[in-house]
């Protein structure tokens, strides 16, 4: 019997199952409930076209390992998924400083970036994240080509394709993104790969939040190659990458500080795998009874007079920030500007982690579980509580 028969015999069983990797993400979500169902024994690239732009991985298979074959042809996930460490104990580094844009030697940084983290391609579609790059190249579901999953009733099935114009009807395979489980075991996935851009640079502005939201709309309807912002700390930092003539124009009509490579490389990477000075002070917070929420906002929703400290990317439309404000109180201030919050890290998740859904959203929801997990064996709670 092979990975995939084992597994569907498992789920044939109708025992609640907890489908897991590597566990780099069992923070998020509701509590992880039933029998553990690793996914690691689906390992391995399928089929690599590094001139179609497509990979097809084992949904068990190292993000580190399938993101090491892409480089090797000067390829990558766009979206930049979160690559977390499952013990939680990667370096740090800080928000690059305004003296730290000079060509000082390496060793004056406050830290040196994330190590590379732990998380399967499986978990990285279950759980949806997507990294700085996210609202400039798109999210985990605009890559996803198609995918092989076990439902509830152990069958497999096959969505999709390798290329965009294979998808017909109703996209199945990108319903899966974000999921986080809930509707079926995927146990092979065909992602979309990009080029990495020729050029890279990393620009530093000075500005309170209001004035780094409205000067990121205003690029944001302008021509320029960026691809990645954040705002922290009175601190605007905006990535410029694509071809090098295009990078060099945009640097010299943006201005700023330009802040080395040496140090804007790890700074990205922090961000990206939270194991940046803001993601690691909003552990601490967690452990102190604070929660870190994840905005999803309008770009051009105005600051929030929130209580806690703030980070913003994706020009505007993530924001996180850390506080010990009444889950109810932050939900409705956030739907005040149009947006949604979600609990990211926390000790008590009794107010839900993702946002409420409204009656008819709940039902569809409902029957898409009926009809992919008429047993309710797949990560039970993970989602919403009822389901």
């Given at each position: ?270 961000l990206r795998d939270h194991s940046d000075e803001f993601f690691v002070g909003a552990r601490r917070a967690v452990q102190g009874?604070?929660?870190?929420w994840r905005l999803s906002v309008p770009t051009t929703a105005p600051a929030m007079a929130l209580h806690g400290e703030q ?77």
């Open positions: 019997m092979d990975a995939v028969q084992s597994l569907q015999a498992r789920v044939r069983e109708g025992r609640p199952l907890c489908i897991q990797g590597h566990g780099s993400k069992r923070f998020y979500g509701g509590a992880p409930q039933g029998e553990v169902l690793s996914t690691r024994s689906l390992h391995g690239v399928l089929a690599y076209e590094p001139s179609e732009l497509y990979v097809t991985a084992a949904a068990g298979t190292p993000l580190t390992e399938l993101e090491a074959l892409l480089a090797t042809c000067g390829q990558h996930l766009a979206f930049e998924p979160p690559r977390f460490a499952e013990a939680g104990g990667a370096s740090t580094s800080a928000t690059p400083s305004a003296a730290a844009t000079s060509a000082a030697p390496a060793t004056t940084l406050n830290g040196t970036g994330a190590a590379a983290g732990t998380g399967t391609v499986g978990g990285m579609v279950a759980a949806g994240l997507s990294g700085p790059a996210r609202g400039f190249a798109g999210a985990v579901r605009d890559h996803v080509l198609g995918l092989t999953l076990i439902n509830g009733r152990g069958e497999l099935l096959h969505f999709g394709g390798t290329v965009m114009k294979n998808v017909a009807g109703y996209d199945v395979s990108r319903l899966m993104a974000g999921a986080m489980g809930v509707l079926g075991l995927m146990t092979q996935i065909t992602l979309k790969v990009l080029p990495r851009p020729v050029a890279s640079l990393t620009l530093r502005f000075e500005g309170r939040q209001d004035e780094a939201l409205l000067q990121m709309n205003r690029w944001g309807g302008q021509p320029l190659p960026i691809t990645a912002t954040a705002w922290w700390d009175g601190a605007l930092v905006v990535r410029l990458s694509g071809a090098d003539a295009a990078v060099r124009a945009a640097r010299q009509r943006l201005g700023g500080d330009l802040i080395p490579a040496e140090m804007a490389e790890p700074f990205w990477r922090g009874g604070a929660s870190l980070l913003i990317e994706w020009g505007g439309a993530q924001r996180w920030v850390v506080t010990p404000m009444a889950p109810a109180q932050l939900r409705d201030t956030v739907a005040a500007v149009g947006g949604h919050a979600v609990l990211f890290r926390a000790q008590d998740k009794s107010a839900g982690v993702f946002a409420p859904l409204s009656p008819p959203l709940a039902r569809i929801h409902r029957q898409l579980k009926a009809e992919f997990d008429p047993k309710g064996c797949f990560n039970p709670g993970r989602l919403y509580p009822d389901f």
